[in-house]
């Protein structure tokens, strides 16, 4: 057992190495939740063993560093106390309300806490005089001739007298980061692990042209008022005085009346934290009036007047076991990371995709090492670095496998991909990612034919091809073990059944290259059969609205390859149509011209097979709401940002289930909200 004393010195010196890493390196080594992990053991290691000692409370910040000159703040830049959910940040209201001594009805305001860095830029008579980072809190770093360069500060003010301090963060929107990091591989510079790191890292640059090319937004949230010169006497004023001067402030902002609101609010901004164009792991709530404000103070750390509701952890760190590669329906190997398990973001992580051998080399990851974690969303978990502490034994660097682990065949990586293939045709496992997919339900849709009993189909050598499954046996399959002759009837019927299935649909199932729903449906439209695509001459096919030379060449090269025709002649043998009806009849224009947004899942309907209804119905299915949309239909589990955009460009919302009525007449009997 290690004495409190020993653990107690350990932390320090771990508090004190990450909280270097992280303000003087702008190069944290782990997420701040596992940082935070740190600070609360010794916490509660201080507050149950006061022999070891009290150590100064958590970061403020860093001492200011060689490279910028030293500016004293004016008024120190405090930090903010954190609580993790509604009963602390309840808890955290009780003492606002009997630190006021009063039982009237406070008013907040609930912000977005933005995950960059804090800066305060200074202006006199209306002019920009000097920006600065916080540094310690008392001492920052003069950062005015890179701040200069960040668009959405304005230079003047329009007021003449006077010195204002304004203060907000810094920040990159998360598609300016993604822009970023994609200029940086391509330079061959070394990419940023997130936004924040990538903001950090640009502000703090010697050269100002450096700061210049890197797309910098500043918001701000606080006005300090240095000569008395304004009259603002709430927080919510204040911001719109900000705004007024031009500054980005967060339109989310949101004044509410009352604890009760003020929680409801916290908790919004953690529904929609997704949402926001750039990180937030947080909501800061703040006391709206500033008088109030004054007699409740700070502590020499953080105000009383505002907490900061940190949402939990996407990202954490864990042990990398090993590494795999995993074969999909085109051969594609995709390495993954075999995690000792670990909770992410109310999850439990055991494996996270490495996605292909330049991101595993870039990263550096290695098996055994202690890598970050991340879950944002309903996004798969990634891997995002190692944690690597210098001097410290590693593996050697992962080396892609040469052969498949499936077939053992040869892995080859194409030419100007990123990606690696096995490039056996008959790998089992291509073989069956290749069957699964033609029965999704996007596909063929038939019913009762996942990935197991499709892996134990190819195993009793009852399957080989998707064509095979057309001449399935009901008697042989009924004698496998878990089928019955229930079950064996079913699923010979449901195969049956696809027979009849739209060329559009099969033409999915094949996966061929590039060929997507909308791209299928129109070759399906526009040649009615299999057999008049496949005759095709290329020129026609390039001709076709919508089909590049990308798809037009990967459909004329299907067509043409043996094993495929031998597939299609199988199919047609065994009575499978493939022929698109309905084609001498005029299009169906249900939904001609509709814009029609899909959230959430539709009972019934793949991603794919709701959108191409829509698409062979005329209409279209964009991706995300405006003010043309012609509707939103709100299956299970909507993505709230379309929910919101809807509601505030007043587009109609329409429940899952009315989704069959919109496409049989085009319209609807019931909206929701
Ligand atoms: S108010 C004295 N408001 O979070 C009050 N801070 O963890 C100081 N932050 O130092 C800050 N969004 O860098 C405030 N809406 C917001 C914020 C915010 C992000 C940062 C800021 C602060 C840190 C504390």
């Known amino acids: 057992?290690?004495?409190?004393?020993?653990?107690?010195?350990?932390?320090?010196?771990?508090?004190?190495?990450?909280?270097?890493?992280?303000?003087?390196?702008?190069?944290?080594?782990?997420?701040?939740?596992?940082?935070?992990?740190?600070?609360?053991?010794?916490?509660?290691?201080?507050?149950?063993?006061?022999?070891?000692?009290?150590?100064?409370?958590?970061?403020?910040?860093?001492?200011?560093?060689?490279?910028?000159?030293?500016?004293?703040?004016?008024?120190?830049?405090?930090?903010?106390?954190?609580?993790?959910?509604?009963?602390?940040?309840?808890?955290?209201?009780?003492?606002?309300?009997?630190?006021?001594?009063?039982?009237?009805?406070?008013?907040?305001?609930?912000?977005?806490?933005?995950?960059?860095?804090?800066?305060?830029?200074?202006?006199?008579?209306?002019?920009?005089?000097q920006a600065a980072t916080r540094g310690d809190g008392r001492v920052g770093e003069d950062v005015t001739d890179n701040v200069r360069t960040i668009a959405n500060v304005p230079h003047?003010?329009?007021?003449?007298?006077?010195?204002?301090?304004?203060?907000?963060?810094?920040?990159?929107?998360?598609?300016?980061?993604?822009?970023?990091?994609?200029?940086?591989?391509?330079?061959?510079?070394?990419?940023?692990?997130?936004?924040?790191?990538?903001?950090?890292?640009?502000?703090?640059?010697?050269?100002?042209?450096?700061?210049?090319?890197?797309p910098l937004s500043f918001l701000a949230y606080q006005l300090v008022d240095l000569d008395h010169t304004l009259s603002l006497t709430t927080h919510h004023q204040t911001l719109a005085q900000l705004a007024s001067w031009g500054f980005l402030v967060a339109p989310e902002a949101h004044v509410v009346e009352g604890v009760s609101d003020m929680l409801a609010r916290s908790s919004w901004f953690e529904r929609h934290r997704h949402d926001f164009s750039y990180e937030i792991d947080g909501a800061v709530i703040k006391v709206d009036d500033l008088s109030r404000r004054a007699s409740l103070g700070s502590t020499s750390r953080a105000p009383r007047w505002a907490i900061a509701r940190k949402f939990p952890p996407e990202e954490r760190t864990t042990r990398l076991l090993r590494i795999e590669v995993s074969i999909g329906r085109t051969g594609r190997a995709t390495p993954y990371a075999v995690l000792e398990p670990v909770l992410v973001a109310g999850s439990r992580v055991a494996m996270a995709t490495l996605h292909n051998a330049d991101q595993v080399r870039e990263k550096d990851v290695r098996p055994g090492d202690l890598v970050i974690v991340r879950k944002a969303g309903d996004v798969i978990p990634e891997v995002v670095g190692a944690v690597v502490v210098d001097g410290e034994a590693r593996a050697p660097a992962w080396r892609f496998p040469l052969t498949c682990p499936e077939c053992g065949g040869a892995l080859r990586r194409r030419e100007d991909e990123s990606d690696t293939y096995c490039i056996n045709p008959a790998c089992p496992a291509q073989q069956m990612q290749k069957i699964v997919h033609f029965a999704s339900r996007g596909a063929l849709d038939i019913e009762g034919l996942g990935e197991q009993r499709v892996a134990q189909l190819l195993n009793e050598g009852l399957l080989r091809d998707v064509a095979d499954l057309f001449t399935l046996d009901r008697e042989v399959v009924a004698r496998l073990e878990g089928f019955g002759e229930l079950s064996a009837t079913a699923l010979v019927g449901a195969i049956d059944a696809a027979k009849s299935a739209p060329l559009s649909r099969i033409l999915i199932g094949l996966g061929?290259?590039?060929?997507?729903?909308?791209?299928?449906?129109?070759?399906?439209?526009?040649?009615?059969?299999?057999?008049?695509?496949?005759?095709?001459?290329l020129e026609e096919l390039e001709s076709l609205e919508g089909i590049g030379p990308i798809i037009a060449q990967a459909v004329y090269e299907y067509a043409r390859d043996d094993e495929s025709r031998q597939r299609m002649a199988q199919m047609s043998q065994a009575g499978v149509a493939m022929s698109e009806p309905g084609l001498d009849e005029a299009p169906d224009a249900t939904l001609a011209g509709r814009a029609v947004v899909i959230t959430g899942a539709i009972e019934g309907y793949s991603r794919e097979a709701a959108v191409a209804a829509v698409v062979s119905r005329g209409g279209s299915s964009p991706g995300s709401v405006s003010a043309k949309t012609f509707c939103v239909v709100v299956g299970d589990a909507p993505g709230a940002s379309k929910v919101d955009k809807a509601r505030r460009a007043g587009v109609p919302m329409i429940p899952g289930p009315a989704f069959e009525e919109l496409l049989a007449t085009g319209t609807w009997s019931a909206t929701l909200e």
């Open 1 to 129: 057992m290690t004495s409190p004393a020993t653990r107690a010195a350990e932390l320090r010196e771990l508090i004190s190495r990450h909280s270097r890493a992280y303000f003087v390196h702008d190069d944290p080594v782990i997420p701040d939740a596992d940082y935070d992990a740190l600070v609360s053991e010794l916490r509660e290691l201080e507050r149950r063993h006061p022999e070891v000692g009290a150590s100064e409370r958590a970061r403020v910040g860093a001492p200011a560093s060689a490279v910028f000159s030293p500016v004293r703040h004016a008024e120190a830049m405090l930090s903010l106390d954190n609580v993790f959910d509604v009963d602390e940040l309840r808890s955290w209201s009780e003492r606002v309300e009997r630190g006021l001594d009063t039982a009237s009805t406070l008013t907040f305001v609930v912000e977005p806490k933005i995950d960059g860095l804090a800066l305060s830029i200074t202006y006199r008579g209306g002019q920009l005089v």
């Open 156 to 214: 003047r003010l329009s007021m003449t007298t006077g010195a204002v301090e304004i203060r907000g963060e810094v920040f990159l929107a998360k598609a300016d980061f993604e822009r970023l990091n994609e200029a940086q591989r391509a330079a061959g510079a070394r990419v940023f692990a997130n936004p924040r790191n990538a903001a950090a890292g640009s502000l703090r640059q010697k050269d100002p042209a450096v700061s210049a090319s890197r």
């Open 512 to 537: 061929i290259r590039h060929v997507g729903p909308v791209a299928a449906r129109e070759l399906a439209r526009r040649f009615g059969t299999y057999d008049a695509m496949a005759r095709a001459p």
